[in-house]
């Protein structure tokens, strides 16, 4: 949890953000882990690298989980240059460098930690494909884009996977 944008906010961040923390607080009182980030943009950006790659790939791939996708040369090429699109486009926008998955801040770091993860992971996208329920492809993808866009970086990867991935989700929900 954080701040949107406590720079440029109409609020006093202070006062809020203090309420940040007492909700915070009484998640984790009641077993849940929190985190409070200090920039709410550059935590959301620095998740997208894995969310924006592997949960849309494992169903534009036709359904493939963490273990099938990286036993892929290729698939785990497109996964990479996703990430590198996230990390180009995130450090752009938001100013500040992304550290993901386990601290990763490079592609192949995040790869790599997925790849030693013991067992495989189903995506939240790709259980969402399996049920015949809504993709979230608009806030993992199309949000991205428009901001990368609106920056001038250039993300083909991304936008080609979510153009698939509204042909995919059109075929079931009609």
């Not at 720079?7 to 077993?31: E, F, H, M, P």
């Not at 892929?72 to 699109?85: A, D, F, G, N, Y």
Request: proline share 4%; glycine share 6%; net charge neutral.
């Amino acid at each position: 949890m954080g701040l949107f944008n406590s720079g440029i906010s109409s609020y006093d961040a202070n006062s809020v953000l203090a309420r940040v923390k007492d909700i915070c607080q009484v998640w984790t009182d009641s077993g849940v882990e929190t985190n409070i980030s200090e920039n709410i943009q550059v935590s959301r950006w620095s998740k997208l690298v894995w969310n924006a790659s592997f949960n849309t790939v494992s169903v534009a791939s036709g359904g493939n989980d963490t273990r099938q996708m990286l036993d892929s040369p290729k698939c785990t090429e497109l996964i990479r240059k996703m990430m590198v699109e996230v990390f180009t486009a995130g450090k752009v926008v938001t100013g500040s460098n992304l550290t993901s998955l386990n601290g990763q801040t490079t592609p192949e770091g995040v790869i790599k930690s997925t790849d030693a993860h013991p067992k495989s992971v189903s995506p939240s996208m790709l259980m969402d494909y399996r049920a015949k329920r809504p993709l979230e492809y608009e806030v993992i993808l199309r949000n991205p884009i428009e901001l990368a866009k609106k920056h001038s970086v250039e993300v083909p990867h991304l936008e080609t996977v979510y153009a698939l991935l509204t042909m995919i989700e059109r075929g079931y929900m009609q």
